[in-house]
């Protein structure tokens, strides 16, 4: 797969549909696979934490969440088409596996909102094979037990609903020990699929306007969101030496 550097986290070149085929690759796969979703928040954040970075680019795929990513594959001229968010690629992975048997195991969110995504999801896709959830609120000690119940559920998939970094940092930490032959993190999904929250309309997902939107519903992001210009500026100034390597 082609693979875009920006700042030194390599990206793969693929829309939502690819990377949902991926997935279902993985998952007949014996081995482990982790799916991160960088947005350009969470590049900034590896650009100043090499080892962060690191810990990104082992994934197996690492797809382009967010407009900013999608504008920078474009200056460097390794354009990626679509943004590939991880609740949109987790849709489609759920329309390919409802039926066929795979176990999915849910983890994240407050409590209570597994259990909601559960519900929902399965009015959706009646045949999907959830067969865990455990809430995203844990102190460190409980974490080796929280992979043990992962391991005993059977699953062969985990959403890691923690939001970025922490999600990304779990998946890292615990890759080794994990049964599972896919981890991926997709931050606020559960409460999407929990009805919790709310995804912005399809014209401003056309637009690369979401987070406009997001910014509307949820203001306490915009220190968060500040890290956009720097990405953008840093991208112009020092993105083209990442990338010829
Ligand atoms: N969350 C969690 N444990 C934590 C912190 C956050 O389970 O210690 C959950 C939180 O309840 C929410 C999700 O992680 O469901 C983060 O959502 P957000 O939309 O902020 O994530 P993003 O996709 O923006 O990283």
Redesign the pocket.
């Known amino acids: 797969m082609d693979k875009v550097n920006i700042l030194g986290v390599h990206v793969d070149m693929v829309n939502i549909s690819q990377a949902a085929d991926c997935i279902v690759t993985f998952l007949g796969e014996e081995k482990f696979h982790a799916v991160f979703t960088p947005?350009s928040e969470?590049i900034m954040h590896a650009y100043k934490n090499p080892e962060f970075a690191k810990l990104l680019n082992r994934a197996e795929l690492l797809t382009a969440?967010g407009i900013g990513v999608v504008y920078a594959s474009k200056f460097l001229k390794k354009p990626i088409r679509e943004r590939a968010a991880?609740y949109d690629i987790a849709r489609q992975v759920l329309n390919k596996i409802n039926g066929t048997g795979h176990k999915l195991f849910l983890f994240?969110?407050?409590p209570g909102?597994a259990q909601e995504a559960k519900k929902n999801l399965l009015k959706e896709y009646p045949e999907l094979n959830i067969v865990g959830m455990r809430?995203?609120?844990?102190r460190p000690e409980d974490e080796e037990e929280i992979v043990e119940q992962i391991n005993n559920s059977g699953a062969d998939m985990v959403f890691v609903?923690?939001?970025?970094p922490?999600?990304e940092e779990w998946i890292g930490r615990h890759r080794e020990k994990l049964e599972v032959r896919v981890a991926m993190g997709?931050?606020?999904?559960?409460?999407v699929f929990a009805g919790r929250?709310t995804r912005a309309p399809e014209i401003f997902q056309k637009t690369g306007m979401e987070w406009f939107y997001r910014l509307c519903k949820e203001p306490w992001?915009i220190r968060?969101m500040m890290d956009l210009p720097k990405f953008a500026v840093t991208v112009m100034t020092n993105g083209r030496k990442y990338n010829q390597n």
């Open positions: 947005n969470i969440d991880g994240g969110g407050k909102v809430d995203g609120y844990f609903c923690l939001g970025a922490k999600q997709i931050g606020g999904s559960l409460d929250v992001r968060r």
